[in-house]
């Protein structure tokens, strides 16, 4: 992902690079800054739009479930779990409670474009973040077709409206 800052981060082998615009090459931080150094599959990154400072991250393990998600106020130096992963809290964003998990195959996260710290995530259930709020699900494969909350699973991409980011 790229900031309008031009700053770059990137996964590469499960690995996090970040690239600053006063840097010439990309540095390898896994392990840096409060950020996992090894047994990820898939790492997907988001900026917030008013903000270069925010990026987020869901972190998907080698099991396909989430890691963790990790906020950083600092432009990708340092990184603070927002999200535990575990499923202690039945928070499974990338599988169907603790039995079938695809976050190597459906996981975005986005940020909210008029607040840096308002995140949402989808994978097989959607969920949204805010500072000061806990996790919350927002929609769902198992609540039927005709439930105003359903939604298919399989998400890949989150795409706010140009003129009305609610």
Partial sequence: KISSNGTVVASVNEKYYRKTSSSSDFELRAGVGGFPSSGLSRLEFAFAPSDNNYVYCAAVNSGSFVENIYQSTDNGENWTVIG???GEQEFYPFSYKATIAQGDYDCIIAVSPSNPEKVYLGGISFWTWEKGKNWTRIGSLN??????????????????HPTNAN
């Avoid at 609540?143 to 706010?160: E, K, L, R, S, W």
């Fill in 84 to 86: 535990p992963g575990g």
């Fill in 143 to 160: 609540q039927g077709v005709t439930n105003p909350y359903y939604i298919h699973a399989d998400n890949h991409a989150i795409i706010f």
